[in-house]
């Protein structure tokens, strides 16, 4: 397994194109899923919507080597702090996940989970669905053939990605929510003293 961070060069030059590549075979579904379709989708905004396709694409890709990045500092890290046995602590999810979310949250009121009923050999099982998970599924797809081609890694899981950046989200919203609860006690406090 790699720990070393790559070049700049491979990263930006080599890495950054393939997943470029990746990603505009997948443009119509990362379109219409990021909701920007439905923001840029008529004719009359053509130019418009020219610009947003290579931005988002070369935004996604962006994010995607800097997952890379992340994961390889971690385990640099943790290879040279001389880390014990056990399984390398998941630095990509963490990261990945908001930042998938921070990009569908633009053009979509929330980023809700879904889950379905299926069967799987007769059994009653739950399956993750909707937009969010759809769009996570599609953008990671060049990342996780970068992990199991080169890196000889399992792929991230787009239901765990998902999962991941809404609880984070959901951490951050209660974390204001008590900070705006504590402000609003403290202004009361101030008022009946003076």
Not at 39 to 46: M, V
Not at 75 to 92: C, E, K, L, V, Y
Request: glycine residues 6%; aromatic residues 6%.
């Amino acid at each position: 397994m790699h720990s070393e961070v790559p070049s700049q060069s491979y990263l930006w030059g080599v890495l950054s194109e393939r997943f470029q590549t990746a990603l505009k075979l997948q443009l119509s579904e990362i379109w219409r899923l990021s909701g920007l379709l439905e923001e840029y989708g008529t004719i009359e905004f053509e130019l418009t919507r020219e610009r947003e396709e290579r931005a988002i694409i070369e935004e996604l890709a962006g994010v995607l080597v800097r997952t890379v990045v992340q994961e390889a500092l971690a385990r640099q890290s943790a290879n040279s702090s001389g880390r014990g046995a056990g399984r390398p602590r998941d630095a990509m999810t963490p990261y990945l996940g908001p930042e998938l979310l921070t990009v569908f949250l633009r053009c979509h009121d929330s980023g809700g989970r879904q889950s379905v009923a299926t069967a799987v050999d007769g059994k009653p099982k739950q399956e993750e669905a909707g937009q969010l998970f759809e769009f996570v599924k599609v953008v990671i797809e060049p990342l996780n053939q970068y992990l199991t081609t080169e890196l000889h890694r399992s792929p991230l899981s787009p239901s765990r990605l998902a999962r991941a950046a809404l609880a984070e989200r959901l951490k951050i919203a209660r974390s204001i929510e008590r900070d705006a609860r504590a402000a609003a006690k403290r202004e009361l406090l101030l008022k009946t003293q003076s």
